[in-house]
């Protein structure tokens, strides 16, 4: 089973940017994708990329995030800009191909 190693999160101000980097162990199979779960609430999908580069998002982070992939590099990517208090959660990278999830990163958005 693939291994996934999140990195790139960390603390921004509102209105900043964080770009979020997911390291795949084997080669990116299928389509991939970005979750985050915020304390006390359930895990929510916030973007998803097929195996062709089609991409969609979760309303709340539509024309501010953008997911991106490169299969040579094993990496798929989120870059997270004019960030809202209301983003801070922990962020999960996942492939539906192996049913992978990576460890998990804090990304918290100070007001």
């Known amino acids: 089973q693939t291994q996934l190693v999140e990195s790139g999160g960390g603390l921004a101000q509102a209105g900043g940017s964080l770009k979020l980097s997911c390291v795949a162990s084997?080669?990116?199979?299928?389509?991939m994708e970005w979750y985050r779960q915020a304390p006390g609430k359930q895990r929510e999908l916030v973007a998803r990329?097929?195996?062709?580069?089609?991409?969609t998002y979760t309303d709340s982070v539509k024309g501010r995030f953008s997911i991106a992939r490169d299969n040579t590099k094993r990496t798929v990517s989120l870059q997270m800009d004019s960030l809202k208090p209301e983003d801070t959660a922990v962020y999960y990278c996942?492939?539906?191909?192996?049913?992978?999830w990576g460890q998990g990163i804090q990304v918290t958005v100070s007001s």
């Open positions: 996942y492939n539906q191909y192996q049913d992978s």
């Open positions: 990329i097929s195996a062709i580069g089609r991409s």
């Open positions: 084997e080669t990116l199979s299928g389509t």
